[in-house]
């Protein structure tokens, strides 16, 4: 039998017709001589009808089948009667009389029910991968994704960008996160490394001339695993020659505008709106802000100032910032008990303390509210845009402090009094970027994208005296609160990229030693380029609205970046060792 | 300034037009006030002019431009004179004058012209690929590559197919080829595999009901390098459920039209043949025959059988065959010395040696010409569709012996006589191939495919019986004497996967231990299905025409399986070994 249509498209359309349907068997409800099987496959589920008259035989298969069974039926579509209709189901218009019936395959009970809403533990899925992803809402989640990557394809195809592929099997560079390394059998105690990201290879592919590059390219780090992290994930990366930094933005954005109506159909408006990492960090406290809410922070300084209030005062004194932010209805919603709370989450960031007022019709009131007289209620209520009702929450602290405090502050109260339309897109990009950032870990500065970002033109002459202060032609592309990807017009010079180096730390020696193959690259008439990634598996999780990676991933690794299913990694035969060259050390 | 077109696309359209070009200078040609330069990118080269008259300063900077380096120019279109057109280049009507120019950056002299046919070494081109990337030839493969995996994802998304990624870090198993093992630093001793193809992930996502699934995959074989294999390569890859062989290789005939439309603008006619495997190993002594000529294997039993000529004779007694093919106007081509020559080269697949005859116009000349009497002449000249002029090649042995030796030689003359047409691309599928074949490495049956591949139906009994008689649902398509790409359905059922486990010598315990994980997949309604894998590289190869799939790849292996660009693979710092837990066994 070949298959006319899938189980979930069956709609008034077929009407009469004789359709032929394959997929497993949801459930069955027995009345005897009446057998109703709901048959799901990755497009929905439609209702099939088995009895007596519209066919014996088939009646007989049907008592016999259980859930998960494989199927393929022939029979006719028919309207339901008026109260069998089922407005939930995209079929629930129709169903069909099966007057043929072929078991393809039986099943076993499943470790767990095939619907949405499931609760069973994250391993357990794992394990049953193929069975979980058997789940609408699965199934949903991965579509949405290829969807994704086919309004790339097709986006970038059609802009003139060749798809190449980089290699995956390539040179370990001790910069950045930890590689994960491929031993070599042809060359024993020498080592391949999987790339974390293709970005040297893509910039010598501009040096070949290729103007327009991409690639669906998958990257690997041996990181510790957090929430949203896989030991291997997949870059939407791309990079073009001549093209200034908006040039590759306004580009990208027509990416976004056709990945946003292929996924979901939903329109969105373009020109993203732009902003500074400046005033991200001013205005939302995060270089990835989620702009669907206001909730701004505001800086109190000139408000507060010499009201009296030691904290505030010396933190103002000593050059620090003071700034607040404002809960919309909070008086109510949040006792002094919840405020404080909160209190213990921004500790991690440094903070001292959190100060709060409530607005009343009085004025303020709270443990601090005393140190306000009357301008300064007048004018902080103004500078903050506050109204009777709300919670003012203030922090009194370094720049970073107040940014990360508040910042995080304003996201975690936004989102437990549901002010978030969880239904907008809100796109937006954070552009002039600091060139370094420094590193608590290593103590010293470091890349803030990486060491082949171009300095603004102005500030290339500092990379030799005040190399922090540099700015960089970089941009991140923000969805949401989420970073969806970043990218900078690169260093096409070899002083340039020298001196970048030389702030980074290396000497001559070092930076030739690791880099001196892509540098020698750069003398041979290196075109000005630039370019993006952006981040596959955190786009999918955004648009099928899902809080981790895993849940967009076919066969993704637990939070132990092992894989259940198969049980990976594994011990392997000693044989396979001895031809890398290679023992494990005992371990006492 | 911003781009208005490539430098290769700049045509009569353009002309009396301001246009902004930027691109490396491929030479220049000094005549004092008047300095022409052919500027290139990727879409081709175009003619600029600069002289005292079109712009002072422009011409200046022209004076001081060397080979590579990269500029951005304005200037208008022109006619050029007609004694100064070049039919040659598709520019070759037009002229650019040039009044603004600014060099974006300088070059060294490199180390090979960037221009076709160069003669110089493979590591050299390699060390300096993003050069060796300059070349138009270079440029033209890796767009033809591009133009392909286009019309993959076109064609395949139209047609409902879902793209899904399959695990790069996956488990190892020892079946099959050399894994490329990954060292996991979670749990020391431990590794990951890179895999050889998703076959068994592909199959689980049947399993998980996405009904139809492709992927442009990279696979990683650890194997010992030939002309065309790479440690790494990449695989078209698709899976669908619920279809039949037929149905398959209808779905892929639509896809190959798409990519020779797409990447070639060549219409190829569908369907397209098929030939079972015995046929293809009967008519052409191969089971990846190249149809674009004839000299097909003719069975001479019938016409040699008992001629006095003892080497015939007693093959045929022993039930071997004797077989032979004709070389159309070998008689003058070929002297007794050239042919004897290529007896060496079917030494290798165990033919003891050639017999050949002659045609003349009075019967047969060579060796051998005297057992064959007036009757034979005319029934050999018969059966093998010999006349006057040609070379007919006689081997005597088993029937792998013959069709391996004559199949060999058939390729060899018809590429030394040039009788194949390089400008047609002949697919033809090669189906019904025994399920398995007599691997001498490992003294046993293995799998021909792969042990998911599902049996003819009625061979199913056979398994327990005479494995090695049974063919398989499988099938090959073959472009020009290469295999492309190939599949089969696979096996849906626990019970006849156990009995292919069994046959193919693993014990009930091995093949749980190994593929238990599968098998149970099996068990809870797996539909039937079946796929196809296509080698990317070596499609890219044939369009490209080239003869090593190296010229396709943009950052490829040496033939010693190292990168001599980056220097990969490469030593490690102790700290990244200690971190997995590993020593390097110390070499004697």
Redesign the interface.
Known sequence: M??TT?CGLVNESYLEKEVVL???VQKRRDLGNLIFIDL???EGIVQLVFSQEIGEQALHVAEELRT???V?IKGKVRSRKDDAINPKMKTGKVEVEVHEINV?????T?PFYIEDDINVSDDLRLK???????RPEM?NA??I??KI??AV??YL?DNKF???????????T?EGA?????????????????PQSPQ??KQ??M?????RYYQVA?C?R?EDLRGDRQ??F?QIDLEV??MTAK?IQTMTEGLLKAVMKMALNVEIKTPIKRITWNEAMDRFGSDKPDIRFGMELKDMAAAVAKMGFKVFDQTLENGGQVKAIVVPGGTEKYSRKQIEAKQEYIKRFGAKGLAWVKVTSEGFSGPIAKFFDEEHVTTVKEIAGAKVGDLILFVADTRKVVADSLGYLRVAFAKELNIIDENEFAFVWVVDWPLFEYSEEFHRYIAAHHPFTMPNEEDVELLETEPHKAHAQSYDIVLNGYELGGGSIRI??RDIQEKMFKALGFTKESAEKQFG?FMD?L??????HGGLALGLDRFAMLLAKKDNIREV???P?NS????P?????????TK?L????????E?N
């Open positions: 070949e298959r899938y394959k997929g497993w799901r496959d990755r998960e069974f494989v393929e393809l395959n039986k099943a076993k499943t049953y991968r193929y069975l979980d992803l058997r199934q991965l579509i994704r290829s990557t086919q394809h097709r195809d060749i798809n190449i592929e980089t290699p995956y099997l390539t040179r370990s001790p930890r590689d994960y390394l491929v031993p070599s059998r042809v060359y024993p105690g020498h080592f391949y490394a999987l040297l290879f010598l592919l040096g070949a001339g290729f103007d998958r690997f041996d030991p291997e997949t020659s001549f040039e096409h010079q193959w690259a003398d041979f008439g290196f075109p000005p991933i076919a066969f690794k132990k970046a092992s894989e299913l198969t049980n990976a990694p594994s011990k392997v035969a396979q001895d031809e890398l060259g290679l023992e494990i050390e371990t």
